[in-house]
C-alpha cells in the first residue's frame, strides 16, 4: 500500500529556532497536506498544497509541494512554545479514491 | 456549533466484546473516514465513505466494519474487539473528494483487557 516516509521523528530545540521536517513516498499525490495535533485533541489543518512546486505559506509556516510530487517539506521559523506538539504530513491521490493517507508524525518538543 | 462529534470519549472493553464507536458530523460532508492512531505509527486508515451509501478499505480494516445509512453519521463497530484494538480512534470529515479541508473529532480512546 501508499506509505508516507515522515522525517524526522521527533525533534528537541531551542525556542526562537527554525524547524524543518520532510515527508517522501513512493507513490505520487495529487495534494500534500501538513496537519498539526496538540495533546488531547484531533489534528487540525495547518496547510493544503494542490500543484507540484507550489510554495505556501501561513504566517510563520511554509511548506512545499515538490516537483516530483513524491515528496513535500514543512519549515516552522522562530518557533515559540506553543508549537509543541505532532505534525503529520498526509497525501490524497485521485486515482487512489482520494483516500487522505498519513505519515508517522514529527513530534515537536520546545526546551526552555 | 457545527463540528463533527464522537462517542464515547474513552471506553475499556473486556476482550471478545461488540463495540460501535459514534460519528456525527452536522456539516452536510460528503465523505468520512475512521483513522487509528498509535504510538510510532501515526494515523492509519481504517476504513472511509466517500458518500452516503458507501464504504471502502483502508489500510488496516481486519477487525472493523463500517456503514453509512446516511450523510451525518458513520458508525465504526468492532464485532469482537482485541487487545491489539486498543488505540484512539478519530473520526473525520470532508465535503466531498478533491481539494477539501478534511475535519477531525476528539478522539475515542479505548482500551480491550
Known amino acids: 500500500g501508499q506509505q508516507l516516509n515522515q522525517s524526522p521523528q521527533s525533534m528537541f530545540i531551542q525556542e526562537g529556532e527554525d524547524v524543518s521536517m520532510n515527508c517522501t513516498s513512493s507513490?505520487?499525490?495529487?495534494?500534500w497536506l501538513w496537519y498539526k495535533q496538540d495533546p488531547g485533541e484531533g489534528p487540525v489543518l495547518l496547510i493544503a498544497?494542490?500543484?507540484?512546486?507550489e510554495l505556501t505559506s501561513n504566517g510563520r509556516l511554509t511548506a512545499q509541494f515538490g516537483i516530483t510530487r513524491k515528496d513535500s517539506f514543512l519549515n516552522i521559523s522562530a518557533s515559540i512554545p506553543s508549537d509543541v506538539g505532532i505534525y503529520f504530513c498526509?497525501?490524497?491521490?485521485?486515482?487512489?479514491?482520494?483516500?487522505?493517507?498519513f505519515g508517522k508524525g514529527t513530534r515537536l518538543h520546545i526546551l526552555p | 456549533i457545527a463540528g463533527i462529534t464522537q462517542a464515547p470519549t474513552s471506553q475499556i472493553l473486556a476482550a471478545g466484546r461488540r463495540m460501535t464507536l459514534r460519528c456525527t458530523q452536522d456539516?452536510?460532508?460528503?465523505?468520512m473516514y475512521w483513522y487509528r492512531q498509535d504510538l510510532g505509527l501515526g494515523l492509519r486508515l481504517i476504513h472511509y465513505?466517500?458518500?452516503?451509501?458507501?464504504?471502502g478499505k483502508g489500510e488496516v480494516p481486519d477487525g472493523y466494519s463500517v456503514s453509512r445509512a446516511n450523510t451525518d453519521d458513520f458508525p465504526l463497530t468492532l464485532a469482537s474487539a482485541v487487545p491489539s484494538q486498543t488505540s484512539v480512534y478519530f473520526c473525520?470529515?470532508?465535503?466531498?473528494?478533491?481539494?477539501?479541508?478534511?475535519?477531525f473529532g476528539q478522539g475515542t480512546r479505548l482500551t480491550v483487557v
Open positions: 473525520a470529515s470532508r465535503k466531498g473528494q478533491g481539494n477539501t479541508e478534511a475535519f
Open positions: 507513490s505520487i499525490f495529487n495534494t
Open positions: 498544497l494542490y500543484k507540484a512546486g
Open positions: 498526509a497525501g490524497q491521490s485521485i486515482d487512489r479514491d482520494d483516500k487522505i493517507i
Open positions: 456539516m452536510r460532508h460528503n465523505a
Open positions: 465513505s466517500n458518500t452516503a451509501g458507501t464504504t
